[in-house]
């Protein structure tokens, strides 16, 4: 057999130590291992030190058996020697005590196996005085408290009867107050918030008011069924937050601004707008609400009249702000506040002409940006900043460059939105008025303006249509895009026409489109008449240089070819004729005639004008077809 070689084989013990937790993130933690005195401490632990076995070794089995059963024969008269032995034997009768009481209960619970009789002891003593004593005192006790119930049903059957009559429920005005304002209890005190904090408002205004119980109504009032319903609250409100305030915009010209200004300082007090002492308190609140939004609103125009930079400075002088819009024409926003204690200002006063529009609009605009700070666009990612447009968030993605980023920041304030708003008032009424005076002293053609209804705060569209009477074939139609500060027109034709805030220049246009209409009217009448057309232009360079635009003209012959008519039509030396007559020669001058050709038979002559006036005719273009029917019979 073949030797068996021996392998040695290393038996070590794991370095491994035991893990004793994993966390969430899969990190392991160990047991760390025992020192060598921890080890000790362990070893020595597990010997029990209370056994002797050196001296049973050497003994025989039989001598060790007795010996065991000895000490097991002893051992119920020897004391224990575990420490904790006496509190186990304790705690074990106090066990056992409890499962027979709890024993015993169940049958008496049960009343089938047990019944438990008090023990009768001996009647007592009877002390008839302490027992009227004690009935006493408990028939006081119980005749206090039906006491107090029957006065608060008095006190709640007259608080129905009063609201009945004049005065409401308490409870019940309180609940509605609640419903519609902001109200805390403060220890005993009830106030409340006016201020448009809630709705983003950034306004240092508290607005706190005090709510209070009013006082009762005598017998007196109340037997006077016709004296209006009084209110069982009674409202506080602070002196600065009393009276009437509203914003008061007006647009005037330079010459007229000082007299715009001492009007708006001196405020229109009327009886009607101010609020009573008697008054409800939720007209209290809500007028009082109304000045804060007033103040807020005037405070927050003030600071951007003040941080903006225009070429020439808005001014703010006390509750008024002044803004130039075009050269000549001012815009005033004033703070007007009526708390009914000037005595002298009663008197009837004028108030200025003022835009409600504008006013409407500031309103809207304060109302916006409240609705914007509280209100932020959706949808967004939860860990995006709150405020950011969605524009702005897909800036990076979109590659917006740094430019595009800077006027995506740049906004409008609330008076420069005004202000937009405002020139493009001045300017459309400009447009309308002129509309209207170019329509009121041009009779012929006729002139017809429409004004589109959807528009919106900064751009207007208005349509003028220029036709003749009994001829409304042929319209001529121009479109005027007001903006803020230029007028687009788009002309039939296509042309685009960009013109400034200056009504020379739209007037200009209006004239000149009025000239063209008429040349359009004849070159269209002659056609229908077989005249034929020799020349036209709508933008004739010879003759007088008019002062407005440029003339047109047009030159027409008859069916025969004898008669001539020239037309000249300006936007201001209006419409000039002249006529120019062919006389035929004589038979002898045509048989010596060298040339064999008709059309040199007849020379044109000199022009004649024609007076317009002189001729019948309605309009221009009545007066015309006469004069061509009449100049194609002679001709015949």
């Known amino acids: ?66 010996e065991v059963e000895d000490d097991k024969a002893l051992a119920t008269f020897q004391p224990s020697l575990w420490p904790w032995d006496s509190v186990r034997n304790k705690i074990k009768a106090s066990l056992t005590e409890v499962s027979v009481l709890l024993d015993v209960i169940n049958v008496a619970r049960e009343k089938k196996y047990m019944v438990l009789d008090p023990v009768q002891s001996d009647p007592p003593d009877a002390k008839t005085a302490v027992q009227m004593i004690g009935k006493k005192k408990s028939l006081s006790a119980a005749s206090g408290i039906l006491a107090s119930g029957a006065d608060r049903l008095k006190k709640s059957q007259l608080e129905i009867s009063a609201n009945r009559g004049q005065q409401q429920d308490f409870h019940s005005e309180l609940v509605r107050l609640r419903q519609n304002w902001r109200l805390k209890r403060v220890g005993n005190t009830i106030l409340g918030d006016l201020s448009y904090r809630s709705a983003g408002s950034r306004y240092l205004h508290n607005g706190i008011f005090e709510v209070r119980k009013g006082e009762e109504s005598s017998e007196g009032n109340e037997s006077n069924s016709q004296s209006a319903s009084k209110s069982s609250l009674q409202v506080l409100i602070p002196s600065e937050l009393e009276g009437v305030s509203y914003i008061q915009v007006a647009i005037k010209k330079v010459q007229e601004s000082q007299d715009v200004a001492s009007a708006m300082l001196k405020i229109p007090t009327n009886l009607e707008s101010s609020v009573p002492s008697d008054a409800s308190w939720q007209h209290k609140l809500e007028s009082a609400q109304n000045v804060i939004f007033c103040k807020e609103l005037f405070a927050q125009l003030a600071r951007e009249a003040v941080q903006l930079k225009s070429p020439i400075p808005h001014v703010v002088i006390g509750k008024q702000i002044i803004s130039n819009l075009f050269p000549g024409v001012q815009l005033s926003i004033a703070l007007c506040h009526y708390t009914g204690k000037d005595k002298k200002s009663q008197g009837i006063q004028q108030r200025p002409d003022h835009n409600h529009v504008l006013e409407h609009s500031l309103h809207q605009l304060l109302r916006e940006v409240h609705y914007k700070n509280i209100h932020h666009p959706m949808p967004h990612p939860v860990t995006a900043t709150l405020g950011v447009s969605k524009r702005r968030r897909l800036a990076g993605p979109c590659a917006l460059s ?70 409304d074939i042929v319209r001529s139609r121009i479109a005027l895009h007001i903006g803020i500060d230029s007028i687009k027109a788009v002309c039939k034709d296509g042309r685009t026409i960009h013109m400034s805030y200056e009504e020379v220049e739209l007037r200009d246009l209006i004239l000149q489109q009025i000239a063209q209409h008429q040349i359009t009217v004849l070159h269209n009448l002659s056609k229908m008449m077989s005249w034929q057309i020799l020349s036209i232009n709508f933008h004739t360079g010879v003759g007088e240089l008019e002062p407005l635009g440029n003339a047109s003209t047009v030159m027409m012959a008859s069916p025969t070819g004898d008669r001539v008519l020239a037309i000249r039509s300006g936007p201001a030396s209006g419409i000039q004729i002249a006529l120019q007559s062919c006389p035929k020669t004589t038979g002898e001058a045509n048989n010596v005639s060298l040339l064999n050709t008709s059309k040199w038979n007849c020379l044109g002559s000199a022009f004649k004008t024609i007076n317009l006036q002189e001729m019948k005719g309605n309009t221009f273009v009545s007066k015309i077809e006469l004069l061509l029917a009449s100049l194609t019979k002679v001709g015949r």
């Open 1 to 66: 057999m073949a030797a068996v070689t021996p392998v040695r084989v290393a038996v070590e013990a794991v370095l491994e130590h035991q893990i004793q937790e994993v966390t969430l993130d899969g990190h392991e933690i160990y047991v760390q291992p025992l020192s060598m005195s921890d080890n000790l401490t362990k070893l020595a632990h597990t010997i029990d030190f209370y056994k002797d076995e050196s001296a049973e070794k050497g003994k025989p089995t039989s001598e060790g058996a007795k």
């Open 402 to 471: 740094r430019q595009e980023l800077v006027e995506m920041m740049q906004n409008q304030t609330l008076l420069e939105q005004i202000i937009d708003q405002a020139k493009h008032t001045v300017l459309r009424q400009r447009t309308m008025n002129l509309l209207d005076e170019i329509a009121t002293i041009t009779p012929d053609p006729l002139i017809s303006n429409h004004w589109n209804s959807l528009s919106s705060a900064l751009e207007s569209t208005v349509k003028v249509n220029i036709t003749s009477q009994g001829y």
